[in-house]
């Protein structure tokens, strides 16, 4: 749908400005996104680079099972079939903690990792397990701590207050994560 959007936005305007006589401030603009775009993903890319290097040297270290040990009530009650200590529980774990810490991009490979291995644990190659279904709701939830990318993205933008909007996405993150839980845990008994 938005494959279609778009691009009649684009001829829209394109044809308006024509319309108008003010072709000029398109070309300006398409220049001047450009360069805005640029800039805004090198300051992102940084960022994450960052985030991700911290994390990696998190994983080598002990200090990811420090981590885990704390995450680990909520992985008892949210995921009781899967094993403590398995490398499915460890990605499981990773990836919760990675989305809590706003490193979305550090966590989708954790999160795809995580679901090869339930997939290779599911008994029901084409159904969605319960751990599966619970998990991709966590993910789209992403309950954040740190939303690292956005506070990067205002920041890069000029924002004067960045991290102001740090109690209204831990509103809406647990929100949705408790939104989430109660609905798939109620489903899951009916289904």
Known sequence: MLNIIWPVFIIISIVYSVLIGNIE???NSIFEVGESTINLVLNLLGTLC???GLMKIAEKTSLIKKIAKIVNPLMKALFP???RGTETYQAISMNIVSNILG???AATPLGLKAMKLM???NKEKKKLSNSMALFIILNTAS?????????AIRTSLGSVEPTRILIPIWGATIGAALAGIISAKILMKRF
Do not use: C, R, S, Y
């Open 25 to 27: 401030a398109i070309n």
């Open 50 to 52: 960052l985030w991700n």
């Open 81 to 83: 079939e899967i094993k």
């Open 103 to 105: 490193l979305g991009n």
């Open 119 to 121: 997939q290779q644990e």
């Open 143 to 151: 309950i954040q701590i740190i939303p690292t990318t956005v506070i």
